[in-house]
């Protein structure tokens, strides 16, 4: 069984920086994106940035020059480096991944997962 653990997540001054990483670990064989995401009115979820395995990314616009993804693929891990914090960006923060993975009878399969979601608070 593939687990997302996700760690990083505070509270931090407007201004401020924060850096939120997660692990993914299990019976992986492969990941082909990695990413971040947290929820916005009128949606459950909504993309703050991915990164696919080959180094990829794409940002949510109002994001860009403010938040930084990358990756340790040799750790399945991804990182996302954000910096001039806004109150508006408290949140949960959710690591997602899609990736192949390995079942109990040792059959590939193409999956998503969810972390259970780290909260970054901003305020002063």
């Not at 997602?96 to 305020?123: C, H, I, P």
Request: with cysteine; aromatic share 10%; glycine share 12%.
């Amino acid at each position: 069984q593939v687990q997302l653990v996700e760690s990083g997540g505070g509270l931090v001054q407007p201004g401020g920086s924060l850096r939120l990483s997660c692990a993914a670990t299990g019976s992986i064989e492969s990941i082909n994106a990695m990413g971040w995401y947290r929820p916005a009115p009128g949606k459950e979820r909504q993309l703050v940035a991915v990164i696919t395995s080959g180094g990829s990314t794409n940002y949510a616009d109002s994001l860009k020059g403010r938040f930084t993804i990358s990756r340790d693929n040799a750790k399945n891990t991804v990182y996302l480096q954000m910096n001039s914090l806004k109150p508006e960006d408290t949140a949960f923060y959710y690591c997602y991944a899609d990736l192949q993975e390995f079942n109990s009878r040792g059959t590939l399969r193409r999956m998503d997962y969810w972390g259970k979601g780290t909260l970054v608070t901003v305020s002063s």
